[in-house]
């Protein structure tokens, strides 16, 4: 398992508090390899699947789709700053994911809805 702790400063002025960002090992299944993403520490975690053809395809997947929870969980908690800085480039474009892939890797519907 891959872990990180950043710090979320809210912009609200609310303390700041530490969130941790995992990413599980790589597990072999009947067809697939599977690997979780895990955002703690907001109000309502982050706990998500995401499923590859192969160990490397499910990490790269799971590396893809972390970004994009953190930017909504950001967002959903009114804004702030994370030190260090998680990703400092700009996100990949997913805008063109169907809404049932999007369903199950964890990614926010970009309608809104």
């Not at 303390?15 to 697939?32: E, F, H, M, W």
């Not at 520490?41 to 990490?59: K, Y």
């Amino acid at each position: 398992m891959q872990e990180l702790t950043v710090k979320f400063t809210p912009a609200s002025g609310d303390p700041p508090r530490n969130i941790t960002l995992r990413i599980g090992d790589p597990v072999r299944k009947a067809q697939s390899w599977a690997a979780r993403v895990e955002i703690l520490g907001f109000d309502e975690p982050h706990d998500a699947t995401t499923q590859g053809e192969d160990w490397a395809q499910v990490l790269e997947l799971a590396a893809m789709v972390l970004p994009y929870a953190l930017e909504s969980m950001v967002s959903a908690a009114g804004g702030g700053t994370l030190e260090p800085s998680f990703y400092e480039r700009p996100p990949r474009d997913l805008s063109s994911v169907p809404p049932e892939i999007r369903a199950v890797l964890g990614l926010p519907d970009p309608a809104g809805s």
